[in-house]
């Protein structure tokens, strides 16, 4: 069997790495790289032994590629992806799927005209941690994320709700399953023009809400999600691969009620506090070891065995685009979040909190 030409367009920070790990399965070819820096593209193409081009339109031919990993900025997403499902050859794209909700569904239309797969790069969707997780949480009622990273000075043409929320939109709508009702959000601009950290609030037709935090300002790397429902709480640290279920024990059941207990004269309150978790409420702690490849590992062996199946990615261009519709959502909610309550007063995400918020425009 012939292997799986592929081509990875920007070898970036992390293009680089798309091309290293394309080179070493066993059943890709890795066909060339593109860059437009002749130094990067010819220092990666040298490492893998393959070919360097400077200008991505060279490799769209079937005759050449089999299909392509995109990973150049968001903003180029809609061109650089759209040319490749234009001519009906296969695409995975780095998160998030484009630089808005209008780009969004021209590639997901582009890809469905031409019968050309196209997945999406939600990494996280490949986490050891969430993977366990996802498993124990049923109808949830209740959502909250955390993500959090200092500032890496990469993905500055985009905001912190497409570079970090874009994750967790997505893992939340994988688990409620449900349309979106309304949104709340506000978020603040620091180190540029875009708003580098976020808050917000989803209410979903099931009756389920789900908090969104997100910030690339922080001191802090965070990456957790807590999920209620009535069976329990369960609570995922993706970033330490930790997962925690509490649920209700048998004693809490069908038991004497605690309340009822602590009522009684002779109670030892102190006593009953130590049984909370492990009586009244049972506690699971799973620690996730690293079993197999790496989550980037996994999302590219899976985008080759997509193309050459036929089978669907875990995020196909049409679930990208739903997580891109309520990013959407928050960012118009952003943008016109009044910080005094009134419309004459400050509004929207501003450039530096060092200076007085001012109204935009």
């Known amino acids: 069997m012939n292997r799986l030409r592929v081509a990875v367009v920007g070898v970036g920070a992390l293009g680089r790495h798309h091309a290293r790990i394309l080179s070493e399965l066993k059943d890709v070819e890795l066909v060339a790289v593109a860059d437009s820096q002749a130094e990067r593209g010819q220092d990666v193409a040298n490492k893998h032994q393959t070919r360097w081009v400077s200008d991505y339109r060279e490799l769209i031919d079937k005759q050449l590629v089999d299909a392509v990993s995109v990973v150049v900025p968001t903003l180029a997403h809609r061109t650089v992806a759209g040319a490749f499902l234009e001519r009906g050859i296969p695409v995975l794209?780095?998160?998030?799927?484009?630089?808005?909700?209008t780009e969004a569904q021209e590639l997901v239309d582009l890809a469905s005209k031409n019968d050309a797969l196209l997945q999406v790069g939600h990494i996280e969707r490949f986490n050891p941690a969430f993977q366990a997780g996802q498993k124990m949480i049923v109808a949830p009622k209740y959502i909250r994320c955390e993500r959090t990273s200092t500032y890496t000075f990469r993905s500055t043409d985009i905001g912190v709700v497409l570079d970090l929320m874009i994750h967790d939109i997505d893992l939340a709508l994988s688990l409620v399953k449900s349309p979106l009702r309304d949104c709340e959000a506000f978020g603040i601009g620091v180190?540029?023009?875009?708003?580098?950290?976020?808050?917000?609030?989803?209410?979903?037709?099931?009756?389920?809400?789900?908090?969104?935090?997100?910030?690339?300002?922080?001191?802090?790397?965070?990456?957790?999600?807590?999920?209620?429902?009535?069976?329990?709480?369960?609570?995922?640290?993706?970033?330490q691969r930790e997962v925690k279920r509490f649920a209700p024990g048998d004693t809490l059941m069908h038991g004497t009620p605690p309340l009822q207990r602590a009522a009684q004269p002779a109670a030892d309150l102190e006593a009953l506090k130590k049984e909370v978790f492990g009586h009244f409420i049972t506690t699971d702690?799973?620690?996730i070891e690293a079993v197999g490849p790496d989550a980037l590992t996994q999302e590219l062996h899976e985008f080759v065995q997509c193309v050459t199946s036929g089978h669907k990615p875990h995020v196909t261009g049409e679930q990208a685009l739903d997580a891109m519709v309520v990013a959407d959502h928050v960012l118009k909610q952003v943008a016109a979040h009044q910080w005094d309550?009134?419309?004459?007063?400050?509004?929207?995400?501003?450039p530096s909190l060092t200076t007085p918020l001012r109204k935009a425009g």
């Open 341 to 350: 309550g009134h419309a004459d007063g400050a509004i929207g995400p501003y």
């Open 93 to 101: 794209v780095e998160k998030p799927l484009a630089g808005n909700v």
């Open 191 to 239: 180190m540029g023009r875009n708003e580098d950290a976020a808050q917000a609030r989803l209410r979903f037709e099931n009756g389920c809400i789900v908090d969104l935090t997100a910030s690339r300002i922080s001191p802090i790397v965070s990456r957790s999600m807590t999920a209620w429902s009535a069976t329990g709480c369960v609570t995922i640290d993706m970033h």
């Open 285 to 287: 702690t799973h620690k």
